[in-house]
């Protein structure tokens, strides 16, 4: 099973939209997360089960499906946003995607 | 507080071997899966191996399957990964992760430790 993230990077200024893509190259049945890294600290969990946000994880941030394309949307970017991205499947045996660059514009 | 923090990387020549420990704290350990995951300096995510909480279901990645093994002592609240035959492909930042649901061996990761780094080199 392979995820396929797209862009590899993307370049916006704050208070835009992001929006970030992961395509899976099987069914998932919804075990999709995503997950933000910043340099020198370790991932962060962001959205499970495709669509639910975790703990503490601000509302600008969502995630949506459809069927085996999922999206992490940013709706205003914020300073502190900016950092890679991984999506993650989590079934049987795990995977991640390579990763989306977000930078500043 | 949660808290998952390893211990046990070094500089390592091929073909030794060496043994990561995760402590936890702040949550009930076997109650859940834990995982490991590398990363190489500058690059993407890789997940290495799981095990739910009760170590009746264990998974490895191809790249380390017959190499390296992993297992909890439930008692001490602390995850191993135990890797053989090592190679300089296995040189990485690896982390320890708690996976996000109940007595279940599938589940996203949330909460990770800071890592450890091996570097395995003559």
């Known amino acids: 099973m392979e995820l396929t993230q797209s862009p590899g990077t993307l370049s916006l200024s704050p208070g835009e939209r992001a929006t970030l893509s992961c395509r899976a190259s099987?069914?998932?049945?919804?075990?999709l997360a995503w997950y933000q890294q910043k340099p020198g600290q370790a991932p962060r969990l962001l959205i499970y089960?495709?669509?639910s946000r975790a703990t503490g994880i601000p509302d600008r941030f969502s995630g949506s499906e459809s069927g085996t394309d999922f999206t992490l949307s940013i709706s205003r970017l914020e300073p502190e946003d900016f950092a890679v991205y991984y999506c993650?499947?989590?079934?049987?045996?795990?995977?991640f995607g390579q990763g989306t660059k977000l930078e500043i514009k | 507080e949660v808290q998952l923090v390893e211990s046990g990387g070094g500089l390592v020549e091929p073909y030794r071997s060496l043994r990561l420990s995760c402590a936890a704290s702040?949550?009930?350990?076997?109650?859940?899966?834990m995982h490991w995951v590398r990363q190489v300096p500058g690059q993407g995510l890789e997940w290495v191996s799981g095990?739910?909480?009760?170590?009746?279901?264990?998974g490895y990645a191809d790249s380390v399957k017959g190499r390296f093994t992993i297992s909890r002592d439930n008692g001490k609240n602390t995850l191993y990964l135990q890797m053989n035959s090592l190679r300089a492909e296995d040189t990485a930042l690896y982390y320890c992760?708690?996976?996000?649901?109940?007595?279940?061996?599938?589940?996203?990761?949330?909460?990770w430790g800071q890592g450890t780094m091996v570097t395995v080199s003559s």
């Open positions: 992760t708690k996976g996000k649901t109940f007595a279940s061996y599938s589940g996203a990761f949330d909460i």
């Open positions: 702040g949550f009930i350990f076997d109650d859940y899966a």
């Open positions: 095990i739910s909480w009760n170590s009746g279901t264990i």
């Open positions: 099987q069914s998932l049945s919804s075990y």
């Open positions: 089960g495709a669509t």
């Open positions: 993650q499947h989590y079934g049987t045996s795990p995977g």
